[in-house]
C-alpha cells in the first residue's frame, strides 16, 4: 500500500546525510512539503516543496528559528517532527569520561530534540494533531553497545518520547521513537577513534559482532529501512501508536 502524505508538512533534522537525507527523500515521494534542517550544508534535493534550514541546533534559539523558517516556507501547519540529528560519543565508560564528551553528547542527542519538541508541540495542540518520531538507537535499550555518554542520550530520549506520548494523546499527538542497528551513515565520520576506550570498546565488541561487522558492511542496513518506518509513524496509517519503542535492527534487539 502506498503511503500518501499530500498536504502534510513535516520538519526533518539531520537532513544533509544518512537517515535524515533518506527521510527527507521518502516524505517528499509521499507527497510531504519537508523543511530540512542541518549544521552541514544542504543536500542534493532539488524538488519544490523541500525547503532547507542551516543551523547550529544547539543554540538557544533554534527551536523558534526552525519553527518560523517552517512557517514562513508553508505556512502555520506542522504535521509531522522527525529528531534525526546526532552524534557518537568515544566508547568511554563512566571511569574514564570526560566532562566535554558528555555534556555535548547530551545536548545534541537529548536536549536539542526535546527543546524542538517542546516548540513543537505547542503547534500541534493548537491544530489537535501531529505526529513526532524520535530517533534512538540499540544504545537506548542496551548498556553495551556505546559508551556511557550516548547510551544515556539514547536511553534519555525514550524516556522523553514515552512522556510526550502519554501526556499529549488526548490532544491528536503522537510521539514514537525508533531504534536502528547497523546504518550506512556519516555518523561516524567525525569520531575520533584513536580517543576511543580502548577496554570498554573491547567489552562491547562481541555484542556488535552478532549483528554486524562494520568494516565490511555486512550486516550493516541502508538508512532507507529506517526511513520507511518514519514515513509510515508520519502517515495516518500509524494512528493507533503513539508511545511506541520500534527496534529496526534485524533483529538485534532481541539480545
Known amino acids: 500500500m502506498a503511503i500518501a502524505l499530500a498536504g502534510k508538512i513535516a520538519i526533518v533534522t539531520g537532513a544533509s546525510s544518512g537517515i535524515g537525507l533518506a527521510t527527507s527523500n521518502a516524505l517528499l515521494a509521499a507527497g510531504c512539503s519537508v523543511l530540512g534542517v542541518d549544521i552541514a550544508a544542504p543536500p542534493p534535493i532539488s524538488m519544490t516543496n523541500f525547503k532547507f534550514h542551516q543551523i547550529n541546533l544547539t543554540t538557544a534559539n ?27 560519543d568515544n566508547n568511554s565508560g563512566v571511569d574514564t569520561l570526560k566532562d566535554e564528551d558528555w555534556d555535548r553528547t547530551i545536548a545534541v542527542n537529548l536536549t536539542v530534540p526535546v527543546r524542538l519538541m517542546r516548540e513543537v508541540v505547542n503547534v500541534m495542540k493548537v491544530q489537535k494533531s501531529g505526529s513526532i518520531v524520535n530517533l534512538s538507537s540499540k544504545a537506548g535499550t542496551s548498556g553495551a553497545v556505546a559508551g ?80 520507511d518506518v518514519i514515513v509510515f ?20 534487539s532481541v539480545i
Open 233 to 252: 509513524l508520519a502517515s495516518d496509517l500509524s494512528r493507533g501508536i503513539t508511545g511506541a519503542v520500534i527496534p529496526v535492527d534485524n533483529a538485534w
Open 148 to 227: 556511557v555518554a550516548y547510551t544515556s542520550s539514547k536511553h534519555g530520549l525514550i524516556g522523553a518520547t514515552k512522556n510526550t506520548a502519554w501526556l499529549f494523546k488526548d490532544d491528536g499527538i503522537r510521539c514514537n521513537v525508533i531504534c536502528p542497528g547497523a546504518v550506512v551513515t556519516n555518523l561516524a565520520k567525525d569520531v575520533d577513534r584513536s580517543k576511543w576506550d580502548a577496554e570498554a570498546n573491547a567489552k562491547m565488541q562481541p555484542v556488535h559482532a552478532v549483528h554486524a561487522n562494520l568494516l565490511t558492511g555486512e550486516g550493516v542496513a541502508p538508512p532507507e529501512h529506517t526511513a
Open 62 to 88: 533554534a527551536p523558534s528559528a526552525i519553527v518560523s523558517a517552517c512557517t514562513e516556507a508553508f505556512g502555520g501547519r506542522i504535521d509531522v517532527l522527525v529528531n534525526i540529528a546526532g552524534i557518537l
